[in-house]
């Protein structure tokens, strides 16, 4: 893996590509596009089969662990829960914080999501500045800033590291960039403190389920339209922390909107 100046992953298996969603910046340009799907593992393998015929592999692909590599990410709300009701107070934004491997580099990011339209950015982060970014007082000169400014206008707090193993391909379609993923094994735990630690027996939240998730910029590309034809997909919106805020905390936090 290499990284830029500013923090931008460049990935060598790719030939310098980067996921479609990092380019449909918050502020600039049109959005990028994301359609989920939640599989079967027969129906996912068969679906990667042919991911793998037509795509790279992304640079954190890790052979011994059969191409997968962990994400673990901490995900945040206000305290009425605004994020999870889907209030208007959220404005569809997610902030979160996102580190790839064990102990691979960490991001923030903030992420807009209206229909299957995105809009992203995001930071690399040092894990030891992390707590006092959160309180606005970010590194000078540091391109982040705006993770801080966001959780302050929010006022948003942790609430939960969800954990999954990945397994990425990227590539171009149609002229386009484009990618595919693959997240099993997804669990998650509470979380009060500003710190993306392992997630270590927390129980499966999608048992025997894989969610596969098709990126791209402005018009489905054909390789994708095949392969929903293919595989007779259909579109299912599906959240990791949704998820979890139904089956962990739903009890808890009283009746709450879905």
């Known amino acids: 893996m ?50 793998r015929q037509a795509l790279a592999l992304d640079k954190y692909a890790d052979p011994a662990r059969g191409n997968a590599y962990p994400i673990l990410s901490l995900y945040t709300d206000s305290p009425e829960f605004d994020v999870y009701r ?3 107070a959220a404005g569809g934004c997610k902030f979160r914080v996102r ?8 991001f923030v990011e903030q992420k807009i999501k209206t229909g299957d339209r995105v809009r992203k950015r995001r ?26 400014d966001g959780v302050a206008d929010l006022r948003l707090r942790p609430i939960c590291r969800i954990a999954y193993d990945r397994v990425a391909y990227l590539g171009t379609a149609d002229g ?14 509470g979380e009060e403190k500003w710190e993306v630690e392992p997630v270590d027996e927390a129980p499966v939240l999608l ?17 994708f339209k095949s392969m929903v034809e293919e ?6 919106a599906v959240s990791k922390y949704r998820r979890f805020m139904e089956s962990k905390l739903a009890g808890s936090l009283g009746d709450l909107d879905d």
């Open 2 to 51: 290499r990284l830029t100046s500013e923090g931008s992953e460049q990935p060598s298996e790719s030939g310098g590509l980067e996921s479609p969603s990092l380019f449909a910046d918050v502020a600039n340009g049109p959005p990028a596009f994301e359609l989920k799907f939640l599989l079967s593992e027969e129906r996912a393998v068969a679906v990667e089969e042919r991911a």
């Open 176 to 189: 386009g960039t484009v990618r595919i993923t693959f997240d099993r094994n997804v669990r998650g735990a």
């Open 231 to 236: 595989f007779a997909l259909t579109p299912c």
């Open 99 to 106: 580190r790839y491997g064990g102990r691979g580099p960490m």
């Open 123 to 148: 930071a690399q982060v040092d894990p030891g500045n992390l707590a006092a970014i959160a309180r606005g007082q970010a590194p000078t000169g540091w391109t982040g800033c705006w993770f801080g």
């Open 86 to 88: 889907r209030s208007q």
């Open 207 to 223: 048992e025997g389920d894989v969610i596969c998730e098709f990126k791209f910029r402005l018009a489905l590309p054909g390789l």
